[in-house]
Each structure stands twice: as C-alpha cells, then as structure tokens.
C-alpha cells in the first residue's frame, strides 16, 4: 500500500479518432481474407483511419489533449510536462511532444516522447506518477497516440487488418492525499524479443531506400502468434502485481481496460483474472489495434458509457513490442 502523502490523480481526460473507416470488407479487396477470418481471429470490425486527410500523429494528439484539458478546467500553461507515448510520431525530430506544446501553448511545459510500442501511455502514465510524487511537477499531460496506418505494409495480409489510427489523453495532477489517483504502476521490458515486432527499414541500422520501401521493410513485420503468448501471461503477471502493491481485493475493481490488440487475447486475460463480462471494457471492434492509443480511447467512452465514475477502481493493462507490458490501477 502506497503510503506517500502526495498523489497523481486523473482529472481529465479526451480522445480523438479520424473520420475515415475501413471495414473488414474494404479489406477483402485488397488482400486474401475474409470478415469471418478477421472477426473470429481478432475481434475488429472496423479501424479509423487518417487516410489521405494529411492528418498527422500531432494533429491527433493535439484534439485529445485539447479536450482532456478542457475536461480538467485547467488552462495550457499549467502543463509542467507533456510526455507523448508514440512509434508513429510526426517526424524523426524534433518530437512529436514539442510540436504539441506549441499547437497547446504551454508554454511552460517540458516535453518529450516515449517509444514503448502498445504500452506507450501506460509508461507514460507510470512517468507521470514519478515525477508528481517525487514532487517535481504538479501537472502532467500524457498522450498515447499512433498513426499506425503509415508504417503498415498494406500487401501483409497477417498485419495490415490489425491497425487504425487514433489519440487518447489524460490530465494527471498532484493532490496531497494519500491512497487516490494511481495507486500503483508497473512497467517491465524484455529486450530479448526484439525479433518479434519491428520495423526494419527507416532508423540509423537501415536506411529508406527505394529497394527497401518495395519490399516491404519500411512496414511492420510482426510474429503474431508468439506475441500472442507472452501477451496474455505477462498481462496477468502484471496484473497480479498492482493488486498486491496496492493492498486491494480483486474483486473490489470496479473496471478492467485492457490494451485492445485481439479480443481472444482480452478474454484469456479475463477468464486467468476472473473477471466478469461486466467489469471488462472492449471497443476493439470499432478501433481495431491503435497500440499506445487503444487504452486513452477506451478510458473516455467508459467514462462516456458511465461505466467509470469518480471513485471507480479502475485496472490498466497492456502489452508490446519490445516485449514491453505494464500494469496500472488507479482510484478515479
Ligand atoms: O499490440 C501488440 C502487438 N501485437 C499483437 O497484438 C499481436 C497479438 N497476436 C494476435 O493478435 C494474433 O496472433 C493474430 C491475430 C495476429 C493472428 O492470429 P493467430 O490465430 O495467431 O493466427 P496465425 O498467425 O497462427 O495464422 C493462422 C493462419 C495462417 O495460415 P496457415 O499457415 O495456417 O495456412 C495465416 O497465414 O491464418 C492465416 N492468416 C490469415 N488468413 C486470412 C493470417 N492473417 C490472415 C488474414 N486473413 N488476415
């Protein structure tokens, strides 16, 4: 159990998805699959997509961030620091986190990004905490945001049905309390599985080049199905971990969002977890994959539904490449 007399707590949150969608038949022609394959292997439906709107990951961020600060009655030159969970951000450099300052005005934050794959926000909310209850910032705005669209190789039929785009943000202030807000986080890596998720052309070890771009290497190659088996183990390792941190009952968790990549992953989670259908939150057939965005966006329509209220006990948890995962429980 926490004992710091300092806490970070949510108070605000916004997302943002574009406008273009594409359905599991707009899929069927362009590569070999099927709305059948797709629902009963990964549960999307749908996936929201910039297309060729010139919609960039900022542009994104900066919707979801305006309405979480809007949601927290605060004004842009609060922000402390403005952390940007993304893999899909606008350029190379500068990052993505000062073109969002700037397009916020606040102009008193400092700003970065946090390259953690699928788990982007959950780092980033796991940062926030840090640097609040070291007591070095008071305010903290993180985003996940993803333009996974424009690193997907549309002719890998294995990968290309699985993303959309998407922004989810939250607000994060200090309140000198104990035993509210985060009530315990915990993120973990393992570099040995490098070679399951990466993106092989376009950094320092492999530049673009015309070869690279046609074969494919400037897209994602993923081994799905091994993915697939950490995902669900290491999730409810995690999961494990912030209860017992925390000092709560399981079953007193009022809701579990989970990072929305494969419903079949979701629903293992939940069966290992017992956790009822109820206390499960699921949008994947809407959004598809949006990796550091699926968790943002899922909070703000639970919030939407009414299915997380102040005072709900709320579960995080995700999982990326990387391997990365993580785990966040929190009191709304
Ligand atoms: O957000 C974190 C990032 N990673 C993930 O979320 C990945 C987690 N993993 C998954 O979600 C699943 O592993 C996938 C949905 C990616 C794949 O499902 P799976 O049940 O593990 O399928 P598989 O990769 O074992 O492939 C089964 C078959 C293969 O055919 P053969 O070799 O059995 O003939 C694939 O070629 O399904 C085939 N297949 C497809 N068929 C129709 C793969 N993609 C498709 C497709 N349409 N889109």
Known sequence: ??????????????????????????????????????????????????????????????????????????????????????????????????????????????????????????????TAKAFIESGMYKTVLVVGVEVLTSITNYQDRTTCVLFGDGAGAAILRR?????????????????????????????????????????????????????????VRNMEDAAKRVIADAGIKPEDIDLVIPHQANIRIIDSLAKRLHVPDEKLFVNIQEYGNTSSASIGIAMVEAQQQGRMKKGDLVLLLSFGGGLVWGAILFRM
């Not at 594409?22 to 292997?41: G, H, Q």
């Not at 040995?192 to 673009?208: C, E, I």
């Open 175 to 231: 309140e000198d309390t104990a035993n509210t807000g985060i009530l315990s986080a915990y993120i973990a890596a393992d570099g040995s599985h490098t070679q399951l998720l990466y993106v092989t052309a376009g950094g320092s070890r492999q530049k673009v080049t015309v070869e690279n771009m046609n074969n494919g290497s400037t897209g994602i190659y993923m081994n799905g199905s091994e993915i697939y088996k950490f995902a």
């Open 1 to 126: 159990m926490k004992n710091s007399p300092i806490s970070a707590r949510i108070i605000g949150l916004g997302a943002y998805t574009p406008a273009k969608v594409l359905t599991n038949a707009d899929f069927e022609k362009m590569v070999d699959t099927s709305d059948e394959w797709i629902m009963s292997r990964t549960g999307i439906k749908r996936r929201h997509v910039v297309g060729d709107s010139g919609e960039a990951a900022s542009d994104l961020a900066i919707a979801a961030a305006r309405d979480a600060i809007a949601a927290a009655h605060i004004s842009p030159e609060e922000i402390d620091l403005i952390l940007i969970g993304t893999v899909t951000g606008d350029m190379k450099t500068p990052s993505t986190a000062v073109i969002v300052q700037k397009a916020l005005g606040a102009m008193n934050a400092a700003a970065m990004d946090i390259n953690a794959a699928c788990v982007g926000f959950l780092y980033g909310l796991t």
